[in-house]
């Protein structure tokens, strides 16, 4: 899934949202490769996740989970809060 992922693919990325239902071993692969290939801020939308689960993806590289559903404005928060913080 990650293996094709390169990074003239997100060089022009401002940020990069992803919307996951079950962190998983190929989530933090994931995770992992965007974060060596970009320095743009990683957003999971996350649904039903625990409180070790939201601590381990955020150890692995997240910059910032929201729970899903979420908000279009909450999105929009969080996500000026991260570029700020690349600024």
């Known amino acids: ?3 094709l992922l390169q990074k003239k693919d997100l ?3 401002q940020a990069v949202i ?16 965007i974060k060596s290939l970009v ?3 990683l957003l999971v939308a996350a649904s039903q996740w625990t409180q070790t689960e939201v601590m381990k993806a955020l150890r692995y590289g997240v910059d910032d ?20 913080m690349t600024i």
């Open 1 to 3: 899934m990650y293996g």
């Open 39 to 41: 320095a743009v801020p």
């Open 11 to 13: 060089e022009s990325y």
């Open 65 to 84: 989970i929201v729970m899903w559903p979420v908000e279009s404005e909450e999105l929009g928060q969080k996500l000026k809060g991260l570029e700020l």
């Open 18 to 33: 992803l919307e996951i239902e079950k962190l998983d071993e190929i989530v933090l692969g994931l995770v992992i490769k």
